[in-house]
T-cell receptor, first 117, second 112 residues
Framework: EADIYQTPRYLVIGTGKKITLECSQT?????MYWYQQDPGMELHLIHY???????EKGDLSSESTVSRIRTEHFPLTLESARPSHTSQYLC????????????????FGPGTRLTVL | KQEVTQIPAALSVPEGENLVLNCSFT??????LQWFRQDPGKGLTSLLL?????REQTSGRLNASLDKSSGRSTLYIAASQPGDSATYLC???????????FGQGTRLTINP
């Protein structure tokens, strides 16, 4: 079944640790996105990718980095986690435009709730 | 720069009522608008997508409309149920942009 997956779902770690949040999709989508969302607050785009070897920074500055070596995989890495990184991280993917230029439809994973102590 | 607003921030209605959620956007030059549902602590579930050439889309008890000239979209929920309780977000995709711009959402509570 075509879907988008995120692991882990929950992560509690200490300050200074390096972490990687995994995101994979089996829908064959070229576009992938990472959002950050604090409880009860709006979503902020932190990274996006249009395809393999393509990565861009989003609207919200983030100390995290991303890579896109395979179409289906878009991991997010924090080299040294801090309490300020505590948040929910949502991954999304979407197809390329179907003759409509910047057509943009997105499908979301279940999210990873990160707590840094 | 596109801005998306959803009012009210929260809404509580009795079960069985029909209701309308509102979404306003400042730049009418959009390619599409997407409605999502988010349950507490979960990801977003796509409900409906309306392309710029369409005026409405329907899925089950949900109907979304789009009026680009007035910069408005509405999500109509018929015969509301307690399971409809969630936060509903709309997001606009502007021409020339490669990103969705999200509203802050309307938190809907359906009371049994």
């Amino acid at each position: 079944e075509a879907d988008i997956y995120q692991t882990p779902r929950y992560l509690v770690i200490g300050t200074g640790k390096k972490i990687t949040l995994e995101c994979s999709q089996t829908m064959g989508h070229d576009k992938m996105y990472w959002y950050q969302q604090d409880p009860g607050m709006e979503l902020h785009l932190i990274h996006y990718s249009y395809g393999v070897n393509s990565t861009e920074k989003g609207d919200l500055s983030s100390e995290s980095t991303v890579s896109r070596i395979r179409t289906e995989h878009f991991p997010l890495t924090l080299e040294s986690a801090r309490p300020s990184h505590t948040s929910q991280y949502l991954c999304a993917s979407g197809p390329q435009g179907r003759g409509l230029g910047n057509y943009n439809e997105q499908f979301f994973g279940p999210g990873t709730r990160l707590t840094v102590l | 720069k596109q801005e998306v607003t959803q009012i009210p921030a929260a809404l509580s209605v009795p079960e069985g009522e029909n209701l309308v959620l509102n979404c306003s956007f400042t730049d009418s030059a959009i390619y599409n608008l997407q409605w999502f549902r988010q349950d507490p602590g979960k990801g977003l579930t796509s409900l409906l997508l309306i392309q710029s050439s369409q005026r409405e889309q329907t899925s089950g008890r949900l109907n979304a409309s789009l009026d680009k000239s007035s910069g408005r979209s509405t999500l109509y929920i018929a015969a509301s149920q307690p399971g409809d309780s969630a936060t509903y977000l709309c997001a606009a995709n502007s021409q020339g942009a490669q990103k969705l711009v999200f509203g802050q959402g309307t938190r809907l509570t359906i009371n049994p």
